[in-house]
């Protein structure tokens, strides 16, 4: 069965970090390039940030560019997003998604993904 279960989030105040994760089985996560989304209260689906399947490439949207690093430890078939200098404007559920073929894939719609998870919830409020 392919799961992937997104950890990692939570309440923090603005200009704090948090780290992301997201632990893959089911499927041979070396192989697939990873993005990560999310969905602000009361609005679509964004994509934020992708990786290559190697680790080697990464991508942010304009946005986060600067304060969120994507990584990924195929070792541990696990995918990071580390956010820092966090805004009220990034409040968000973040699901991590994957999808197989191009080297990035930047899509904000998890159904054009092969898998994706059930989100963890970012709340940045003082």
């Known amino acids: 069965e392919v799961q992937l279960v997104e950890s990692g989030g939570g309440l923090v105040q603005p200009g704090g970090s948090l780290r992301l994760s997201c632990a893959a089985s089911g499927f041979t996560f070396s192989n697939y390039p990873m993005s990560w989304v999310r969905q602000a209260p009361g609005k679509g689906l964004e994509w934020v940030s992708g990786i290559d399947s190697g680790g080697g490439i990464t991508s942010h949207t304009g946005s986060v560019r600067g304060r969120f690093t994507v990584s990924r430890d195929n070792a541990k078939n696990t995918l990071y997003l580390r956010m820092n200098s966090l805004k009220p404007e990034d409040t968000a559920v973040y699901y991590c998604?994957?999808?197989?073929?191009?080297?990035?894939?930047?899509?904000?719609?998890?159904?054009?993904?092969?898998?994706w998870g059930q989100g963890t919830q970012v709340t940045v409020s003082s």
């Open positions: 998604a994957a999808k197989r073929g191009a080297t990035l894939y930047r899509s904000s719609d998890l159904h054009e993904y092969d898998y």
